[in-house]
Structure formats: C-alpha cells, structure tokens
C-alpha cells in the first residue's frame, strides 16, 4: 500500500509539473522573462514557506537550528539547479511541450540517478550507492543499462526534431510552438537537463532538516517541505537575476505596469504557473517519503512528467502537421525513454 501511494503522489506531481507551463500560454503582450519570474516568485518564495507553515508548523525554528554546512550546500545546489530551471523554460519554449520537456527530462533523468553514486563513490557514505557498486553488481549494472536506454531515447527523439525542423515551413513550426530553434533548443535542454537534476542532490543536502521535522513529531509525509524553503531560495537568486538581466537587456520593465496588456490576467495566469509548478515537488517529498528519495522516486517522477508534457503536446498539436515518420520516430525515442524508466526502476527493486 506504502509503494502505492507514493506511485500515486508521484503522479500528481508529475501531473503538477508537466502541466505548469501551461498557464503561461495565456499571458499576453509580456516577454518571457517578465511572466518568468512573476511566477518564479510564487514557485520559490511565496509558496514554499507557506506550504511548509500549513504542514510542518516551526518550521522557521528548525531552519534556524541546522549548522551552516547543511544550509550552505542545500543552497548551493538550489544555485545550480536554478540553472537548469531558468533554462528548462527556455527550452520548452524552443522545442515545444513535447521535445522540449522529453529531452530536459531525459537528461535530468540519467543525471539524477547517476550522478549521485560518482560522488559517493569518492565521498563513501554509509547506505549511499557508489559508481563502483552499479559497475560491479547485477542490480547496478541493469541501473546503468537503463540510463544509457534514457540516453539513446534522448538520441532518437533529437533525431525527430532534426526531422521536423526540415519537414516544416517556418510559418507551421510558428504555429505549433512560436518560437521553435532546433539547435538552440537542444543546447539549452541538455545544459537544463544535467543542471536540473541537482535538485535532487538538494534533497539530499537538506535532508538533516527533513529529519529534524520528523523527530520534533511531524508528519513523515511532508518532512522535506522545511528543506524546499531553503533549496529554493538558491532557485530564486538564480532565476532572479537573470530575469533582472533580461529586463534590462529588452527594455521590459514596462511589462509589470503597462497598462495596454491585460495586466490583472498576466498576474493571475503566472502565479498559477509558479503555484502549479511548486506543487510537483510538494508531491514529489510525499512520494519520496514512501519510496525512499534514490533512484526509483526521482525517475518515476521524471517519467510521469514526460508522460503528461507530451499529452499536452498532443493537445496543442505540436506534432500534427509533420509526416508519420516524423510522428513514428518521436514516438519511438519517447517510449525509449520510458522504458529506460522501467529498467531503472527495476534494477533499484532488486538492490
């Protein structure tokens, strides 16, 4: 019943997240990094304290009393991390719901779940899985096979972008995805998926103030609400000053006051994306609660993401006009990457 749960809340909150940017389609007349950060405030400073207060209460308390060490790197990677966040915009923005999110997701997967074992491997912790224990065990070598299956589904589904961007006219890419830039979009969404993946290295980071929740008698369920308060302030200096860079750069600070926008419709559509988008992780630390914060939970979560960003994608059409062999290879490399998933998957449950 326990995995099951965490099966379900890992499916809200891939829901939650593949899902957000979707209330940003609807801003008008604003740059991206004007509707970017109105709802990067709500998803970074404004929900997470909130959400944390209605879960775990003193929480504040228990920030205040974890050493500097812990703070520091759980800041660190929020910094890192606020890379891959800043830029995962971008490329969803460049590629469209479906590549965009199929390719930073990919890597975010692949990264996520193997990163973490190189550095234990040099920093050996107790109960951590080192590179040494996925080259040298049956379990760790399936691990491996599916993070190279992630990538070679990361592969093909480039190769259909590839396809695309040759296939269409300029005038039916802009209707599927406005701002469609093959290259540039997959620069972006590898730096995005490798940077991204550091939020989970956060968790980790943070996790003395999760276990401090738990022991002051709070519910297990929501004990890393308290470390997404501090990992996301990382989140936010990163996005924020970019943004700031960028509203200098395009002359857009008008956006927040310009009256001949829809102005109170902007506002509302992008705190709804900020909201939405926090609460991938809101469910993603219930989930992990169940299923344990390895492997397993970070790229169940990514594969529920995919999934919906490429029903949305579905939706919007991002593929309709291109021929059945464009459409058949897309298909091809997304199912690649979910079964990479399950491979994965598997080779956790029999560690």
Not at 101 to 117: E, H, K, M, R, Y
Not at 310 to 338: C, D, P, Q, S, Y
Not at 339 to 349: D, E, F, P, Q, R
């Amino acid at each position: 019943m326990q995995v099951l749960l965490g099966v379900i809340f890992h499916f809200i909150g891939g829901f939650a997240s593949g899902s957000f940017y979707m209330p940003y389609k609807k801003v008008k007349q604003w740059k991206w990094e004007s509707y970017w950060i109105i709802g990067g405030l709500f998803s970074w400073l404004v929900v997470p304290p909130l959400a944390a207060w209605l879960t775990v209460p003193g929480f504040s308390d228990i920030i205040k009393a974890t050493g500097p060490e812990v703070l520091k790197y759980t800041v660190l990677f929020g910094v890192l991390w606020g890379f891959g966040g800043l830029t995962y915009g971008l490329g969803v923005r460049y590629l469209g719901m479906s590549l965009g999110n199929s390719v930073v997701l990919g890597f975010c997967s692949a990264f996520g779940a193997l990163v973490p074992s190189i550095y234990y491997n040099f920093y050996p912790t107790e109960g951590k899985t080192t590179l040494n224990d996925l080259l040298t065990t049956g379990w760790g070598q399936i691990v491996l096979g599916g993070v190279i299956l992630c990538l070679v589904g990361i592969f093909i589904c480039g190769k259909a972008g590839m396809m695309k961007e040759k296939e269409l006219s300029t005038e039916e890419k802009q209707k599927s995805v406005a701002e469609f830039s093959l290259v540039k979009g997959l620069l972006v969404a590898i730096f995005s998926g490798i940077m991204s993946a550091c939020f989970n290295f956060g968790i980790e980071a943070g996790k003395p103030m999760a276990e401090a929740a738990v022991k002051a008698g709070m519910n297990p369920l929501y004990q890393n609400n308290v470390t997404y308060v501090v990992l996301l302030w990382g989140g936010l200096a990163t996005n924020f000053i970019w943004c700031m860079i960028l509203n200098f750069r395009n002359k857009s600070f008008g956006d927040y006051t310009d009256k001949k926008t829809p102005l109170l419709k902007n506002y509302i559509f992008s705190a709804v994306a900020g909201t939405t988008w926090f609460l991938q992780f809101f469910f993603y630390g219930m989930g992990e609660s169940k299923l344990g914060n390895g492997a397993s939970s970070w790229i169940l979560h990514m594969a529920f993401i995919i999934l919906v960003a490429n029903m949305w994608g579905i939706v919007l059409k991002e593929w309709k006009a291109v021929g059945n062999k464009t459409r058949t290879t897309f298909i091809i490399g997304l199912a690649t990457i979910l079964l990479s998933v399950l491979v994965v998957g598997y080779g956790n449950a029999m560690k």
